[in-house]
């Protein structure tokens, strides 16, 4: 999630201004926090996986010229990529009723740590129950984003496919028709089955496939682009980051 504060005054130049801007992490955290607290006080029954769906689903890419929110991190002040600013400026009020949201459980959880070879032993440590198994390990948690990663010194030729599975809960009044709208990543192409959800009631589940097909780059270019199920009166639009990057080595 992408946040501004302003800050104490401070000198530049040799004058001294009232505030200061300050981005990142840091000042993200404090704001969504304060949001995640508001959300849970007004839906109680939510998941802290509903409430963080909720937050990155309305979240705006958008400053307040309605033109991407830019990446100060680079030389040339690119619009930034969702690695660099998440979903977008987060949006307390259209985060209070999303429309849909997309859940997890703890075993979904434990089920991506198994995945990623945890062992037993290290999954207690974290879980502190005996009550969760390693038996459906699996990568592809149900979250309101999508990555797709390439190793850029084998991955530039040959095309690679991969599939995400989504489950979202309608959240919203009542019955509802959502309709899927995509922006692939740049060089790549992004479908969706089905490309419509049917509700007949509130609190109903929907899954859909989301498919991308793309190939890697050898400068090691991010590409991003989005997904968006929206009602026909668009009071509701729930909007995910896609996103084609290489794999980081960590040393």
């Known amino acids: 999630m992408a946040s501004e504060c302003c800050s104490s005054p401070s000198w530049v130049g040799g004058d001294l201004f009232d505030y200061n801007m300050i981005s990142g992490t840091s000042m993200a955290c404090p704001h969504a926090s304060g949001v995640a607290a508001l959300l ?48 977008g400026q987060v949006d307390p009020n259209r985060a209070l009723e999303p429309g849909l949201i997309y859940d997890a459980t703890p075993q979904d959880y434990v089920n991506l740590l198994c995945s990623t070879n945890f062992t037993a032993k290290q999954i207690l440590a974290i879980t502190r129950s005996p009550a969760y198994d390693c038996s459906n390990p699996s990568s592809d948690l149900n979250y309101p984003s999508f990555i797709a990663l390439y190793d850029r010194r084998h991955d530039t030729r040959k095309l690679k496919v991969q599939k995400f599975r989504r489950t979202v809960t309608n959240v919203g009044d009542g019955a509802a028709t959502y309709m899927a709208s995509v922006i692939s990543p740049q060089g790549s192409k992004v479908t969706v089955s089905p490309d419509t959800l049917f ?20 400068k090691g270019n991010v590409s991003f682009g989005e997904i968006v199920w929206a009602v026909v009166d668009v009071k509701y639009m729930v909007r995910s980051p896609i996103v084609v990057s290489p794999l980081v080595s960590v040393s």
């Open 40 to 87: 849970k006080g007004a839906h109680p029954e939510w998941s802290a996986a509903a409430i963080r769906s909720a937050m990155v689903t309305t979240a705006n890419p958008l400053d307040n010229t309605l033109n991407p929110i830019r990446d100060n991190g680079d030389h040339n002040f690119n619009p930034a990529s969702p690695l660099a600013m998440g979903a």
């Open 199 to 218: 509700f007949s009631e509130k609190y109903e589940k929907q899954s859909y496939t989301l498919t991308k097909s793309y190939k890697g780059k050898k």
